[in-house]
């Protein structure tokens, strides 16, 4: 996962690590950490951005200054939904309210974890064992990062959604997301981190660099001409370390190109235009005088 909206680029609560202490980036997240759980349980590898982006992205079709849904909940009740993408299109069941002991137990037996919204806050755990001793469930839950054992009559639930068969074959994010994805020479990773953090590595606060600079509809990692001057990111970016050094010029300024001080506008063109036809002319005309000169005169003829 990648925090576009705060962390530092180094340091313990980097934005391409596992942060120690959990800041508001990471809240709201339960929805989309309780799937990829479910996902993984089936042997799929979908990260929680991937699952951000197939909501706030593709389906909703949101602006890339927000499709990765950073400190926005994912509505539990939209949950079978992305359960189901996240799945493969696997059939996802909806129960409302608490289901019996008996039926938690069938389910995991049959390798289908559980997800669950308590109700409180509608909050998301995940139910992948139980106990018969007691009749305790065993409860993943990713706001407190824990696991424990709850006894079934203890335990609070507004909805399960459960997968109808364990017949699954998991969706994982493509492998393309780790690639130069639009081929202008430039990992993603890098063009991510070009609009996220200023060239003196630290976080652009004021938000001046846009994923999407030529609002044409594509971020800069799938977009090999961010600014549409007509010059590849990697061809201004040269070194390919997402910041502008020396001697580069900026792939989110148009004005700013490999080109800029080769360029002629109109005006110019136009005044040499002028310039070339009135040289013409002249020229012309010295040409018609000296014609004149050489041409005999009566005078000169002899007889
Ligand atoms: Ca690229
Ligand atoms: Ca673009
Ligand atoms: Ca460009
Ligand atoms: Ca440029």
Do not use: K
């Given at each position: 996962m990648l925090c576009?909206?705060?962390?530092?680029?180094?340091?313990?609560?980097?934005?391409?690590?596992?942060?120690?202490?959990?800041?508001?980036?990471?809240?709201?997240?339960?929805?989309?950490?309780?799937?990829?759980m479910i996902n993984s349980y089936y042997g799929g590898h979908l990260s929680q951005d991937r699952i951000s982006y197939y909501m706030y992205g593709e389906y909703s079709k949101g602006s890339p200054e927000n499709d990765l849904g950073h400190g926005k909940g994912l509505l539990g009740l939209s949950g079978a939904y992305i359960l189901r993408w996240a799945l493969n299109n696997a059939s996802i069941q909806r129960l409302d309210g608490k289901p019996g002991f008996d039926e938690i137990t069938y389910w995991i037996d049959s390798n289908r974890p559980i997800m669950r919204d308590h109700g409180e806050n509608h909050m998301i755990t995940v139910i992948d064992g139980y106990d018969t001793q007691g009749q305790m469930v065993h409860v993943i839950d990713p706001l407190t990062a824990t696991e424990s054992k709850i006894p079934y009559e203890d335990l609070d639930v507004f909805v399960v959604w459960v997968p109808i068969s364990d017949n699954i074959t998991a969706r994982s994010d493509e492998p393309t997301i780790w690639m130069d994805t639009d081929g202008d020479g430039i990992d993603d990773k890098t063009e991510i981190r070009s609009y996220t953090f200023l060239s003196d590595d630290t976080f652009d606060p004021r938000d001046t660099r846009k994923p999407d600079a030529d609002g044409d509809g594509l971020r800069a990692e799938l977009d090999p001409d961010s600014d549409n001057d007509g010059f590849a990111d990697g061809l201004e970016e040269v070194n390919h370390n997402g910041k502008i050094d020396p001697g580069e010029t900026d792939p989110f300024d148009p004005s700013d190109n490999p080109n800029k001080d080769k360029t002629i506008n109109i005006r110019d063109i136009a005044i040499i235009a002028i310039i070339a036809t009135t040289a013409t002319i002249t020229i012309t005309a010295i040409a018609y005088k000296l014609k004149q000169k050489r041409k005999p005169t009566r005078k000169h003829i002899s007889r």
């Open positions: 576009l909206e705060g962390c530092s680029l180094h340091g313990p609560n980097a934005w391409d690590v596992e942060h120690e202490n959990r800041s508001t980036h990471d809240s709201e997240r339960c929805l989309r950490a309780a799937i990829s």
